[in-house]
């Protein structure tokens, strides 16, 4: 199963995002910062993330490394972004559970099927 990475400064958000995951049966990582995050994104196939965690900065940074990786990274905001991002999907909050899910499935499905076979 996938293992996802999933970046949220508010504590709430993020342990609703890990169990939401871990029920859909996925492993699930979590850090509250990009200085954490960027320590665990290795071998991640995606990267759950709010847009400013806690400020944009931080958010772009790891955005890249993800990038850089292969990680296929999907922005969570509760604001629209001026500038086009290095990401593979936006989701505007609230975001439903079963679009996060879908999502997360389509993506991690790509990665999966890149291989050889």
Excluded: W
Excluded at 51 to 70: F, K, T, V, W, Y
Excluded at 81 to 108: G, N
């Amino acid at each position: 199963m996938p293992k996802i990475l999933v970046v949220e400064d508010e504590i709430e958000q993020l342990a609703i995002r890990r169990q939401l995951l871990e029920h859909a049966g996925y492993e699930v990582i979590t850090a509250q910062n990009a200085t954490d995050a960027l320590r665990q994104l290795v071998g991640c196939q995606a990267l759950v993330m709010d847009l400013r965690i806690p400020n944009l900065e931080d958010g772009l940074q790891l955005m890249l490394a993800a990038a850089a990786a292969s990680v296929r990274t999907i922005v969570l905001s509760g604001a629209a972004s001026d500038v086009a991002l290095p990401v593979d999907e936006f989701l505007m909050k609230p975001c439903s559970s079963k679009k996060l899910l879908e999502t997360i499935a389509q993506l991690c499905a790509g990665v999966q099927g890149s291989g050889p076979g």
